[in-house]
């Protein structure tokens, strides 16, 4: 099992998630998807593991800055180059030669580059819609990136902005994944709170669709053990 680095998530999921197994990571704006699969990747460096952030969205410095907000999180600073690296991924670098397309071979580059990483994250599939000819045409690119990803690396995360609660953007993201975490807000007291959710995780038992607080301070990221109601 490769822990999330979230302990009682862990708990919830029978010690983490399975082994080669990709994870959608869902949610709306400011809900806590980056850091999530920031602090996702942070466990596995500090257990020697070599892990990747692939950006479509924030560039490094961007990327540092978030880490810098959180305490535990600066930690990510320190493995920088060694057993962690931000590899940007631009969009008119993908579309340069093949137009209109999801292109599988920019992340297979990336995946060569990195031949023995453990754990990758992917920021976020939404931006790869745009090269879709149709949704059809998406859903085939997305199936053969998640089975270069199963084969490739221990975990990994894809995350997609979702509106309206959905857990996916309605491209079948949900249906190609082996999990699904997502997270969101609820107004609770008229202050809201973020909270996750696990929608699908293959090759485990877990309680579906339970809403615990995902609470982001400035020290750390942590998932109450409190039920939202």
């Known amino acids: 099992m490769i822990k999330t680095g979230l302990p009682y998530l862990d708990k919830l999921l029978g010690g983490g998630f399975p082994d080669n197994t990709v994870i959608l990571v869902s949610g709306g704006p ?3 998807k980056t850091l999530f699969g920031l602090n996702f990747l942070l466990e596995g ?3 020697g593991e070599k892990c990747c952030y692939v950006t479509l969205m924030e560039n490094k410095g961007e990327l540092m800055r978030a880490c810098g907000g959180i305490e535990s999180l600066k930690k990510l600073e320190n493995h920088i180059d060694k057993n962690f690296v931000i590899q940007e991924l631009k969009l008119a670098e993908q579309n340069s030669h093949k137009e209109g397309k999801v292109d599988l ?7 060569n580059h990195y031949p023995k990483i453990e754990r990758v994250v ?17 859903r085939i690119k997305l199936s053969e990136l998640v089975t270069e990803l199963k084969k490739r690396f221990t975990c990994s995360l894809i995350l997609c902005e979702t509106s309206d609660e959905k857990i996916d953007s309605g491209n079948g993201e949900a249906y190609e994944c082996d999990g699904i975490i997502h997270l969101s807000f609820i107004e609770l007291e008229e202050k809201p709170k973020r909270t996750l959710e696990v ?14 607080e995902f609470i982001i301070k400035n020290k750390e990221l942590k998932l109450s053990e409190t039920v939202v109601i």
């Open 30 to 32: 400011g809900t806590g």
């Open 45 to 47: 460096s500090l257990k």
């Open 122 to 138: 992917i920021d976020n599939v939404n931006k790869l819609l745009i090269y879709a000819k149709n949704e059809k045409d998406y």
């Open 199 to 212: 929608h699908k995780l293959r090759y485990s038992s877990f309680e579906p669709k339970i809403p615990h």
């Open 105 to 111: 071979e920019q992340f297979t580059k990336i995946f």
